[in-house]
């Protein structure tokens, strides 16, 4: 039988803090109709996300490499500038200027919230995903009892 591997390290406090404050921010921010509460939903929805692939990218016990490290951190950093840029955006009248016939807010928005963090993200994984997939050995071991189950099976099938 193979070895067990060892137990992960579980989830950093620290990201489930951010995570746990940041649901509570959203909830005050909606109920509070105030200029700060944007702000306080634009903090919450700027860490969150961010917490979230922190969280996947640490799990297995292997921690985070340093250039996924990174990535995140210009993840954030978009996020900030993007959610910064909305919420002056917000004080122009008419939603300001128009790009490509859609108001520049939507075009920020979309960049900064869905295409330039997908691009930085997959370019990640793509440059890591030797480090963080199965070693020659786990994958063996993987194969290995693999076929000591459908060994088990077969014998109970044919009882």
């Known amino acids: 039988m193979p070895e067990a591997s060892p137990p992960s390290r579980g989830p950093s406090k620290f990201l489930l803090a951010i995570l746990t404050l940041g649901s509570l921010a959203v909830v005050v921010a909606c109920l509070w109709d105030h200029p700060l509460g944007r702000w306080l939903f634009a903090a919450a929805a700027v860490t969150m996300p961010v917490a979230w692939m922190a969280l996947g990218a640490g799990s297995g016990g292997r921690g985070i490499s340093k250039r996924v490290a990174w990535s995140l951190g210009m993840v954030l950093g978009l996020y900030a500038a993007t959610f910064a840029g909305l919420l002056w955006l917000a004080g122009v009248e008419g939603g300001g200027p128009r790009v490509g016939g859609l108001p520049v807010a939507t075009v920020w928005m979309l960049l900064g919230l869905w295409i ?44």
């Open 116 to 159: 330039v963090p997908l691009a930085i993200s997959t370019w990640a994984f793509v440059t890591t995903f030797d480090r963080h997939g199965l070693s020659p050995e786990e994958l063996a071991a993987l194969r290995s009892s693999a076929a000591e189950d459908e060994k088990v099976s077969s014998q109970e099938a044919a009882r």
